[in-house]
């Protein structure tokens, strides 16, 4: 279908009225963007202009529901009016500093999301990667350190279908071909479990072993959730072996999942935490690392730090981020709005459409379509021409993370959108009902 023709129902939107770039088109934007970036991603074919809220318009006018949302860097939404407030404050009166000085902004932001995380210290950075990083380094630090490892010899277990940033020393633990190879010489000291399988951790633990790095629930595959009862043992294989429990949440975090932190879920408090996306409230890159001071105190002057870490735009948006996940109203309406997403995930799973499975927690889900219906980026496709932004991860799985600011006739609008893509599908591939679903 020719996706100009196409008018999203109740949502239909016309350019004109909202000064989009006269003459721009989606195709001009694509051919710019071949011609100058590297191509390290395959986006979508939609070319974004302007967006509010939950909601996202191209520069033809057109406009979609985002149900990635950031890869959940837009928790709070598009826009979000608190947010912006804060933002234009500050712009106005102090962006940068440095750690060189102190800002007025820094120790409060700090301070609360200590609390929030219910923890000593914060180690401010920007990126996802970096806070990974950085538990990365204070975890062998502590591990020299206080637990007595001697040097060069410390090891940290990683997980099977890991997914924790884009740096060589990240990547070098990655079982994912396309993150991995051709990278290398790659960084040692690292052992991979199989993510949900406590057992598989424990036979790797030996008298080296500084910390477990896990994702309690893995977003870039496909929005995995452990078995239960995952967390807590590593909890308690960690506390008696003394080796650190490092929850990388940047993805899992900060209300995606009806809770302020994924191992609320399971009651598990980690002994470090790693923190990004929603953070900077989808306006600023913010991430940070929080733990114990034990584990955190080890850091000193001069062996770690960023130059944007930490700068009074991020901290007064991050407090601002950490302020709304306090009063709990998101994570609330994410648990309200997520129960309305499982009941239509069952419907359309129960319809045999082609949906062969999902695992869903939240406002966040993974749905797996048969693979003789066709892929999740063929899905992906048809979804955008009926007005919904999602994405696409490892072959046959489409990931729904919208913002938790969604409402009931938004998520309507999504299963109608899902359901008429999944059509499309089955009349181009008439073929596929006859067959295995899987
Ligand atoms: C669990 C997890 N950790 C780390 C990262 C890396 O974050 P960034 O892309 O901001 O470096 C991601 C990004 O998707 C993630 O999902």
Redesign the pocket.
Known sequence: MDHKSLVHGMHAFHAEDQGSSPGVTTDDVINEDRQWLAQTYHPLPVVIRSAHGAWVEDVEGRRYLDCLAG?SALNFGHGNERLLAVAREQLERLTMTSRAFYNDKLADFARELAHLARTDLVVPMN??????ETAIKAARAWGYRVKGVSAGKANIIVMDSN????TTTIISFSDDPDAHDDFGPYTPGFRRAVFGDANSVAALVDENTVAVLV?PIQ??AGVIIPPDGFLRRLRELCTANNVLLIA?????GLGRTGTTFACDLWGVQPDLR?L??ALGGGIV?V?AVVGTADVLGVLKPGQHGSTFGGNPLAAAIGLEVVRMLAEESHQEHARAMGVLMRENLEKLEAKNMGVSGFSHIGLWAGITIAPRLGTGRQLCEKLLLHGVLAKDTHGSTVRLSPPLTIDEADLAFLFEGLEAAIDDLAVENPAWRGKSHS
């Not at 990126?127 to 990974?132: F, P, Q, R, S």
């Not at 997914?163 to 884009?166: A, K, L, T, V």
């Open positions: 890869y990126t996802g990667a970096e806070a990974v997914f924790h940033g884009r994702e977003g870039e990388d949440e940047i993805q899992s790693t990004g996306k890159p991430s």
